[in-house]
């Protein structure tokens, strides 16, 4: 299990002990605008760690938890594209715990991850957000990402895939 370290932050293997921590993650208004979906109870999220934990021991993608003197701040997932153990395409995706937003978090977690993943895995990654999701963009934007383009998904929300490579 790979732990990469930042000047403030460890980012460490994602575990069952994070769930409550997650959940709240999962919970916050700003969370649920962007992401697709979310756990609406607590067994519902821990169920999604157990599946986290279990795709990371059958197709190589990495749970980053970010830990802060103990506390568990968001997490960084990168993993290959299509879930697919023989690609040498990555994506990343990431939320960070409310507590610990507008601080830079996102962006200097991100750039470890995608550094580790360029150097050691991947070709290149990639990521996709909302297009309304402004905090983000700035975020992919400011780690030197892409944009490659804009479309409608089959939930006919409108986003913006975006690509890093070596
Ligand atoms: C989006 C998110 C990851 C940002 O995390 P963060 O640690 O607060 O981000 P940073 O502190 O690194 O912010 C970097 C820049 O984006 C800006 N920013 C962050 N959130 C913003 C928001 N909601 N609206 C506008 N700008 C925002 C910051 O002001 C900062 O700008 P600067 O470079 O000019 O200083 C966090 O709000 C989050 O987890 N949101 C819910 C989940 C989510 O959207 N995940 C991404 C799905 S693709």
Known sequence: MTILKGKEFILRPLSLSDVPSFFEVMQDEETKRNLESVPTTLEEAKREIEGYLLQEKEKDSEYFSIDIDGRYAGNVVL????????????????????EFRKRGLATTALKE????????????IFAQCKAMNKGVIKILL?????????????????KILWIIED
């Not at 153990?85 to 960070?96: D, K, M, Q, T, Y």
């Not at 780690?143 to 409108?158: D, I, L, P, W, Y």
């Open 113 to 124: 991850v995608v550094r580790y993943g360029l150097k050691k895995k991947f070709r290149c």
């Open 79 to 98: 993993q290959h594209q299509n879930w697919d153990p023989a690609s040498n395409e990555g994506r990343v995706h990431l939320w960070i715990h409310p």
């Open 142 to 158: 400011n780690v030197g990402f892409t944009r490659v383009k804009t479309f409608v998904n089959e939930a006919g929300v409108e």
